[in-house]
């Protein structure tokens, strides 16, 4: 399948709105797509939402022998896998010219910076160790899948842990999960990626672009940073752009200051998910399944873009109310087999035409918890890191 | 004539037979074509079968080697089944790669060995955790003309029982395995399932051991592996429906065949050199 | 590494029960590049299988057409304990455009089963096979009227389910006896044969530990030779020679193996012959029924 | 709960939840999740054209690693399953490319593909002869039945697993894969109470059209 | 081969040209086409050639390493030859165009190596069954202007000459564990003994007679013809026949007498120009550069 042409038209609106410091979904130049970090069940599995972009990571581990070059180390494999799923031109099984630059950026930024302690996962030097391995899986393409696939590659790896060994002598034991409380793997730093499309001969960088952004734009600028302020990456690419230093420094300062808040957000979503995994009855990502009325606020285009954080909330609430989590636990959680249906079936028959009383009988006045949190969360974001980093950005530009 | 109505409008062409109960090749409709079973012939394989359903030819061939059993399984042996259909078993497939037809076929294959339906794996190891036995079996379609599953399992059960291999035993303190290739060693205990494949038309008629042809016009085919009377595996992959009623049906059938195909298997590999070891 | 997800892998370190005999290889090895005539026929010039040297293992089994009912042609045979199976299929139209030609193209695969040696073999098909297809092609396209089907394609596939030497010269057979049943037009049948040159001694139709191997015996005067033989036009298909002899050693070797051929060539046309009867008797049944 | 026999654990979904997708959700049953994605119906390829059907496509992605011959299974179940419901003989010489994503396996990953296939099917708009709902169920040690088991119970061990699919017009069976072992009397009953059960995932289907639309409403 | 377009006149006058023993270039039928070679020219490969012949361009780099030999050879190293087709030698090596002609020849080398009085495998082992050098060939064909068998051979004979392996002293230290002691001076190096090593001819039949070293034009003129593998002392290592055409015994039997006369030759200047190079050493090298 052939990806669907960008119509000139399009294009140029976006580059003209760029120009005009405007972006399509009424975002800042400087300004992120709201992110969500969710995790699921198993140890190291990590879905960002990024905008629209979906990217999920899954981290697992395997006992191999090291490699004779490095022998007190353990290894570090990363894969991005990309589907249809993603996108029409995408091609299961096989990563197109865009898969191989995200994997290998991603490698970069992770592996090349070596944020994992190798030798913390060898067992026995020369004849055993650990080979982790990172399958990133790319669901939903909407732009900018470097920072999402890192973003969630990271997160993956803090949340993993893998089983606890105990050496007998030569033979290695291998305790399962319940045996023994696993252990998470050692840390030293979070890098993270965050990529600026280059506009009008790279006088303009948008940061986080979409994909109709990514497309329009001239080239691209992607930014390997840590917590600590630290460059660990660095790629321009594109045909023909020239970029100045100082726009390259700007966006260095815009980027540094994203890393720390998303590094301070991934922090954050551990510890939650932490909480509620002491909690008990874990469910994982089944909570990221959401109503489809809750979808208004965390999916649909209409709320997301043309934003003003204050609207948004209350936007949120009321649209909250109708329907909700819990309340659906209850229309049909544990359904026992003496409910009666009658679905006639047949194609005509589902699309009955919609019942609003349906859906007012439904109302009931507790909004679900989680995910309230987790949008102001993303609104804090958005609000206190804008100025700065507009006026750094103008500042440097102009 | 009849091969011009046969070309140009295959369904009706078949429809018209089966509304006379009866098929081209004529069968009735639940009836199974010939089989013949040949045990042993292969000298190269330690373990080796062909099984011929009507046209459709299996090979099956059995190479033994040692190994180091998995960490999570210690006390298991490994049998590793392979479907191939190379291309010149059928002008409908291509040289390559296996497609979908022989990896769903591998496929069925693992899941009756991985649930010990075939034989009880532990059966295959030397030394818990050190050593045991990993059976490559690759069954080889030489004809392919429908009811592949079935040839398939009937050859590899045949091709295990046929199997001989050296008796092979693991040396404590030298820590190495000792065995010498002349007193040979079958495997105990090896089970008996079989499959019976049918096909399906809208109309609800039933079609057993359907031909290339046949399963290409039928609307679904399902296929039922039995061992001894308890029901290991009914496999229907889509297709049109199916009720209670035709199930109990077929599985009488398959029932039937399954008798028949077990004394089969009893004849081809009872003249066997290898006394089976405990 | 490429892992192939198509197929079930085993584990990589698995290795064959038979490596457990190290010591015995050895001195087999020994023995053989010691004094191989020894082993292979003992004093009374017999060889293992009771055969004399200049003698070849009797085709049997001879089964054309019907093995592989789905193909346009197939033939089985056996020599000796080599067991292959080959199905033709076509002429059909080329599946890649751009290898074009106005005469007709023969594909060949050439493939050992898995378990059809004594190593274990791969799916894929190595380095070896390749080899082999290419010489199987070569050979037939000398016997084929390739001009008769322009711009289509005649598939050729050879299976060997076991190998016990000569598997190149068997496949020539079967491959023609294929051809033919598939009416494939042909100059001539392609009857191929091999034989193992050892110092002053020649063995027809070698058995896989009498044939020629680089890794065993590489001394003086001894080597294969592998010919594909078309009788009545006297002329030759393939001829393959791996191994040290003198000029005029080949010379009688390729003697030897194309009288074997024309003694041959009788037999493999009485096959053909039966099988066109049968047909034609056939046909006139159905004449009948209609 | 979730152990609980006779049940069927907490069903969810979302619907269109990816902005490129003609058609996909993120389907939710108990804690097994996987995502299906529908595009279609879109240009096939050559010798991949069908003169006379849809050609179905259908890619299934395990979490960890490649896909190997294992999903080639599951791919010719589903894969077989959708070629009866899709009324493909209405787009002739197209094709339709489904994708399957596990996304956390809470124990019954068959069952619930297929069902969140039917949803995305359903989302996206494809003419459908009829619904499928499957259900798994295990035959534990101790020959008790339990419907739709959850990923501890299955790790438990069991005698025989099925998993059955039935068509919303006559609750007819489409389709069945099963590993194990079992007599023919709990196989039946087995079946039976999968076919019961899957009406309840009807219903759920149900509403989530039903809400669906309601949302488009508000 | 890289197939090039003749018109049939173009075929009849190089037919007839055969016939009068004057070909094209002016040649006799068994004459070569001037030969370039140079050894040593890649300084970082243990030892290297790069042969012309006419328009066939051949670079040979042959890499020395240290490995464990194969359990069925203990005491012998090993030979591993690799032939690459490089896309700019002619377009339809593009891609996998070239791979088929690859393995022909890859495969051939291994054969005609395979025998012992070529090489001497045995030198090549350092600790019986524990350490061995392993040498590895690398072909890599530039340009295609016919007659790579003959030309590739003679690359490889040159460059496994001019390859040097460092010496190596095993030390037996206290206990079972040898330590192995490469000499600190890079110029204490041995040389194989590459006097047998096999030269190829091919011989191609166009009308009813044979020639030497074809060209482009002459390959597609002719349908069939053998390459003959000869080793130093006159010994015919390994012959097969090429092409599509099929061949006459008597015919055959005639090419194999020329061939190994003529593989005799070759071999024979060969290793005088290899010497005399040698002998002239410290020269300035000319590499590509011409």
């Known amino acids: 399948m052939k990806e669907t042409p960008l119509s000139i038209c399009e294009k140029q609106t976006v580059i003209q709105g760029v120009k005009e410091g405007q972006r399509v979904d009424g975002r800042s130049l400087s300004e992120q797509r709201k992110t969500c970090i969710t995790f699921g069940t198993e140890w190291g599995c990590c879905q960002v939402l990024l905008g629209n972009t979906r990217v999920m990571a899954q981290v697992s581990c395997s006992v191999q022998v090291p490699k004779s070059s490095r022998a007190n180390e353990g290894m570090l494999f990363i894969n991005v896998e990309m589907s249809t799923m993603a996108a029409e031109h995408f091609e299961a099984g096989r990563l197109g010219q865009q898969g191989i630059e995200v994997n290998r950026l991603v490698e970069r930024c992770i592996k090349d910076s070596r944020c994992i302690d190798l030798e913390s996962l060898c067992i026995l030097v020369e004849e055993q160790a650990w080979e982790v391995r990172v399958d990133i899986h790319v669901l939903n393409h909407e732009g900018n899948l470097i920072d999402a696939a890192t973003l969630a590659a990271l997160g993956a790896l803090c949340h993993f842990k893998r089983p606890d060994v105990t050496l007998d002598g030569r033979d290695v034991i291998i305790h399962q999960l319940d045996e023994r409380d696993p252990v998470p793997l050692t840390i030293l730093h979070h890098p993270l990626t965050l990529s600026f499309a280059l506009f009008n001969q790279g006088k303009t960088c948008v940061l986080d672009p979409t994909n109709l952004e990514e497309r329009s734009a001239d080239g691209k600028l992607v930014m390997g940073l840590n917590a600590y302020r630290e460059l660990c990456t660095l790629q321009i690419s594109g045909d023909g752009v020239f970029i100045h230093k100082e726009a390259v420094l700007s966006c260095a300062n815009v980027a540094a200051s994203r890393a720390v808040q998303m590094v301070e957000m991934l922090k954050n979503s551990l510890a939650d998910d932490a909480a509620e995994r002491a909690k008990g009855k874990y469910t994982g990502l089944v909570n990221s399944v959401a109503l489809e009325t809750e979808r208004i606020t965390t999916q649909s285009q209409a709320e997301v873009y043309f934003k003003a954080p204050k609207h948004k909330v209350e936007v949120l609430d009321k649209e909250q109310l109708p329907i909700t989590k819990t309340k659906l636990i209850n229309d049909q959680g544990v359904v026992t087999l003496e409910t009666s249906c009658d679905v006639s079936s047949s194609e005509s028959d589902m699309e009955i035409e919609p019942l609003p009383s349906v859906a007012v009988k439904k109302i009931e006045p507790l909004p679900s918890v989680a995910l309230k949190k987790r949008v102001h969360e993303e609104i804090d974001i958005g609000n206190d890191s804008e100025e700065e980093t507009v006026m750094l950005v103008t500042s440097d530009l102009t | ?278 | 590494m490429p892992v192939d997800s198509r197929r079930l892998q085993g584990p990589e370190n698995s290795f064959s029960y038979k490596l457990l005999e190290k010591k015995n290889d050895n001195e087999e090895e020994a023995a053989l590049s010691a004094d191989l005539q020894k082993i292979l026929i003992g004093t009374n010039k017999v060889r293992k299988d009771k055969r004399i040297p200049s003698d070849a293992r009797p085709l049997c089994n001879v089964t054309i057409t019907g093995i592989v009912s789905q193909a346009k042609g197939s033939a089985y045979i056996e020599q000796g304990n080599t067991k292959l199976v080959c199905g033709v299929y076509g002429p059909r139209e080329v599946q890649k455009k751009s290898d074009f030609s106005l005469n007709g193209q023969l594909f060949c695969e050439f493939k050992f089963a898995p378990f059809s040696c004594q190593k274990r073999r791969g799916h894929q098909q190595d380095n070896e096979e390749l080899v082999l297809s290419g010489l199987l092609r070569e050979a037939l396209e000398a016997a084929v009227c390739l001009h008769q089907f322009p711009k289509a394609q005649v598939e050729v596939n050879v299976m060997v389910i076991e190998n016990d030497g000569s598997p190149l010269a068997a496949a020539l057979t079967c491959a023609s006896l294929a051809l033919a049943s598939a009416s494939i037009p042909m100059y001539d049948l392609v009857i191929g044969t091999s034989v193992r040159q050892l110092p002053k001694l020649l063995l027809l139709d070698p058995t896989k530990d009498e044939e020629w191997e680089p890794e065993l015996n590489h001394d003086e005067d001894n080597s294969n030779l592998t010919i594909g033989f078309m009788p009545s036009t006297h002329q030759i298909a393939a001829y393959v020679h791996e191994g040290v002899s003198k000029t005029e050693d080949l010379e009688q070797m390729l003697k030897l193996a194309t009288e074997y051929c024309l003694k041959v060539q009788p037999v493999v046309q009485l096959c053909l012959k039966e099988v066109v009867e049968k047909t034609l008797s056939n046909e006139s049944e159905n004449k009948v029924d209609e | 709960m979730e152990t609980e026999e006779k049940s069927i654990r907490a069903l969810k979904c979302e619907q269109s939840v990816l902005s490129r997708a003609d058609g996909s959700v993120m389907f939710s049953q108990g804690n097994t999740v996987v995502m299906a994605s529908v595009y279609g119906p879109l240009e096939a390829k050559i010798q991949k054209e069908l003169s006379d059907r849809m050609y179905i496509e259908l890619n299934y992605k395990p979490k960890i690693g490649m896909p190997g011959v294992a999903e080639r299974g599951k791919e010719k179940l589903i894969k077989t399953t959708c070629n009866h419901i899709i009324l493909t003989n209405l787009h002739p010489r197209t094709a339709v490319c489904i994708t399957v994503q596990e996304m956390q396996d809470g124990g019954t990953l068959l069952a619930a593909s297929i069902n969140a296939v039917c949803l995305a099917l359903l989302d996206s708009g494809l003419p459908l002869q009829c619904l499928v709902a499957a259900v798994t169920c295990l035959v534990d040690k101790k020959d008790r039945i339990v419907l739709d088991p959850c990923i501890n119970t299955v790790k438990e061990g069991y005698k025989a697993m099925c998993t059955f699919a039935f068509d919303s017009q006559k609750y007819n069976m489409i389709l069945s894969h099963c590993e194990g072992q079992v007599p023919y009397q709990l196989f039946q009953k087995a079946m039976e109470l999968c076919q019961k059960a899957s009406h309840v995932i009807f219903d759920f289907y149900r509403q989530a059209v039903l809400r669906k639309f309601s949302k488009e409403l508000l | 081969m890289a197939e090039i377009l003749l018109s049939e006149a173009e075929k009849a006058f190089i037919h007839h040209g055969v016939q009068d023993d004057l070909r094209c270039d002016g040649r006799t039928r068994l004459d070569y086409r001037p030969i370039i070679l140079e050894t040593g020219l890649v300084s970082n490969a243990s030892g290297s050639a790069r042969l012309r012949l006419a328009n066939s361009d051949i670079l040979v780099g042959v890499k020395v390493e240290l490995a464990s030999p194969s359990p069925d050879k203990p005491q012998e190293g090993r030979l591993e030859f690799f032939v690459d087709c490089s896309a700019n030698a002619t377009p339809e090596f593009e891609g996998r165009g070239g791979e088929d002609l690859a393995n022909e020849i890859c495969r051939f080398l291994q054969r005609s190596y395979a025998s012992g009085d070529t090489i001497n495998l045995a030198e090549l082992s350092i600790l019986s069954g524990q350490q061995c050098w392993v040498l590895y060939v690398d072909i890599l064909i530039l340009e295609c202007g016919g007659n790579l068998y003959d030309a590739t051979f003679m690359a490889v004979k040159s460059a496994l000459y001019a390859t040097q392996i460092p010496s190596i002293k095993v030390a037996t230290m206290d206990g079972d564990q040898p330590e192995l002691e490469l000499s600190d001076d890079p110029y204490d190096t041995k040389r194989l003994n590459t006097e047998n090593l096999p030269c190829v001819v091919t011989l191609m039949k166009i009308g009813n007679h044979y020639l030497v070293d074809p060209t482009p034009e002459e390959e597609c003129c002719s349908s069939s013809g053998i390459v003959v593998a000869v080793s130093g002392n006159k010994k015919i290592t390994a012959v097969r026949k090429i092409g599509s055409g099929s061949l006459h015994p008597d015919s055959l039997v005639s090419m194999l007498k020329t061939g190994s006369d003529v593989g005799a030759k070759v071999n024979k200047t060969l290793m005088i120009k290899l010497l005399e190079e040698k002998n002239l050493e410290k020269s300035q090298k000319v590499g590509f550069m011409r």
């Open chain 2, 1 to 278: 004539m009849a091969t011009d109505h046969k070309t140009l409008q295959p369904l009706e062409f078949y429809k018209t037979f089966l509304d006379r109960k009866t098929r081209p090749d004529g069968r009735s409709l639940l009836e199974f074509r010939r089989m013949t079973l040949n045990a042993g012939s292969i000298g190269t394989a330690d373990g080796s079968a062909i099984v011929k359903c009507g046209n459709t030819a299996i090979i099956c061939g059995i190479k033994a080697e040692l190994v180091a059993p998995e960490r999570d399984e210690p006390q298991k042996g490994l049998i590793i089944p392979n479907v191939t259909l190379p291309s010149l078993c059928s002008s409908h497939i291509k040289s390559g790669p296996p497609g979908e037809t022989a990896q769903a076929a591998t496929q069925f294959i693992a899941e009756l060995v991985n649930n010990n339906i075939i034989m009880d794996l532990e059966t295959l190891c030397i030394k818990n955790s050190k050593w045991s036995w990993v059976l490559y079996c690759d069954l080889l379609c030489i004809n392919l003309d429908g009811s592949l599953l079935d040839a398939c399992v009937m050859a590899l059960v045949a091709a295990l029982k046929n199997l001989s291999l050296p008796v092979v035993s693991y040396d404590e303190e030298m820590d190495k395995l000792i065995s010498n290739i002349e007193d040979k060693m079958g495997f105990h205990g090896i089970k008996q399932p079989v499959t019976s494949t049918f096909s399906l038309f809208e109309n609800g008629i039933l079609i057993s051991d359907p031909t290339f042809e046949e399963e290409q016009l039928a609307a679904g085919v399902i296929s039922i592996t039995m061992e001894g009377t308890s029901v290991t595996h009914l496999y229907k992959p889509g297709g049109c429906t199916l009720n209670e009623k035709q199930v109990k049906k077929l599985m009488q059938q398959s029932e039937l065949k399954t008798k028949e195909v077990v004394k089969l298997i009893e004849e081809a590999c009872s003249p066997m050199g290898v006394e089976p070891i405990d």
